[in-house]
């Protein structure tokens, strides 16, 4: 175990000031930890990942889960720099990617050292620190949730997206006919060149029609949505008999008016889920599998992390305000 009072005994972190716009994300100061609990270590943090949570908890309407920090950034890479007595699966100095539950945008983090994975071979920690709530994200519920199978036809709302660009390669790794929407032309080819068999610009054609056509009228067996609002109803127009819509954020808003006949008539399942509130256990659990079968995709080359842009960490506001255009393609990355 290394210990704590060989550390610096503050943390640079990027607070919320108050809920907001990018304005409101101020430089500030934290005490290091001066115990850690079982399980934890320490992350010298190199890149963390920014993420639509990041956002929503910004302007107030995604508060963190009791005893998580109220500094934003859910992922991270770096070095582990000190352990928990016990904390024994990353030695001291060993380079990691990890999920956290807050505390990322900072120069140090705690993190369970069960939810830390090593670093890809390969990998630069820019890449590294968007895979974990990508990675994590779209195995649960892509494939343990939607159940997706070889042969089976996926698709993927904002599919230039981390979650969306992850979410491709993992579905056409895994054998299926991938379909992905965006918003742009250049967006369409972007998610081509990541391995869609079919994409659609939203703005201008109806996703439901090019969904039936390309399937020759059977629809997505599974489909990951994160928009909400009137994709609800069209994602079930848009689904095969006994499709599965797996829901995973309500961009465009979570009360809607629907037709449920059409979840019957068709045997769907819809179902959904949040991430950053399960129990550590899960997370444990969830973390061997992504080891298990997402890690050897992007150590062969199968599976890449696409950056779309890099800020320091004093520049949080124009990372959140890059999110926030939806122009990036890719992850979007701060550097302490």
Request: glycine content about 12%.
């Given at each position: ?16 000031d ?13 005490p ?18 920014i ?8 302007v ?10 109220d ?13 928990a ?13 990890a ?17 830390a ?11 590294a ?10 195995w ?7 159940g ?5 036809t996926?698709?993927v ?15 056409k790794a ?7 929407t965006?918003?742009?032309d ?5 998610m ?10 939203y703005?201008?054609?109806d ?17 990951l ?8 109803e069209?994602?079930?127009?848009a689904?095969?008999v006994?499709?599965r ?6 961009l465009?808003?979570?009360i809607?008016e629907?037709?449920?006949s ?5 045997r ?8 950053r ?6 997370k ?9 079968h ?7 080359g199968?599976?890449?992390i ?5 800020f320091p960490?004093?520049e949080?506001?124009k ?7 939806s ?10």
């Amino acid at each position: 175990m290394s210990s704590l009072a060989d550390l610096p005994t503050s943390i640079n972190v990027m607070t919320i000031d108050r809920p907001g716009g990018p304005d409101v994300l101020v430089p500030g100061t934290r005490p290091m930890p001066q115990n850690l609990n079982d399980h934890q270590i320490v992350i010298e943090v190199y890149a963390a990942g920014i993420n639509r949570p990041d956002v929503l908890q910004r302007v107030g309407a995604y508060p963190p889960p009791k005893g998580a920090s109220d500094i934003p950034g859910l992922e991270v890479s770096g070095k582990v720099v000190a352990a928990a007595q016990g904390a024994e699966r990353h030695a001291i100095g060993a380079h990691v990617t990890a999920l956290v539950t807050g505390g990322g945008c900072a120069d140090y983090c705690v993190a369970d050292e069960r939810h830390a994975l090593p670093l890809p071979t390969g990998l630069t920690p820019d890449q590294a620190a968007g895979i974990p709530e990508t990675a994590f994200t779209v195995w649960s519920n892509v494939f343990d949730r939607g159940g997706l199978a070889q042969g089976e036809t996926f698709l993927v709302h904002g599919g230039t997206s981390g979650i969306g660009s992850m979410a491709i390669q993992l579905a056409k790794a895994h054998g299926a006919t991938v379909l992905a929407t965006a918003g742009s032309d250049a967006k369409c080819d972007a998610m081509k060149a990541l391995g869609a068999d079919h994409t659609f610009n939203y703005q201008s054609e109806d996703y439901v029609d090019g969904v039936k056509q390309a399937t020759g009228g059977k629809g997505a067996n599974v489909i990951l949505d994160m928009v909400g609002g009137d994709y609800i109803e069209r994602n079930w127009r848009a689904a095969a008999v006994e499709g599965r819509i797996v829901q995973i954020a309500f961009l465009n808003g979570a009360i809607v008016e629907a037709d449920f006949s059409r979840l019957m008539l068709k045997r769907l399942t819809h179902t959904g889920s949040t991430l950053r509130a399960r129990s550590d256990a899960f997370k444990a659990q969830l973390a061997d599998d992504v080891l298990h079968h997402v890690w050897p995709l992007i150590e062969a080359g199968d599976v890449t992390i696409p950056v779309d842009s890099v800020f320091p960490l004093h520049e949080a506001g124009k990372a959140h305000a890059r999110m926030e255009s939806s122009q990036h393609v890719g992850k979007i990355i701060l550097k302490p």
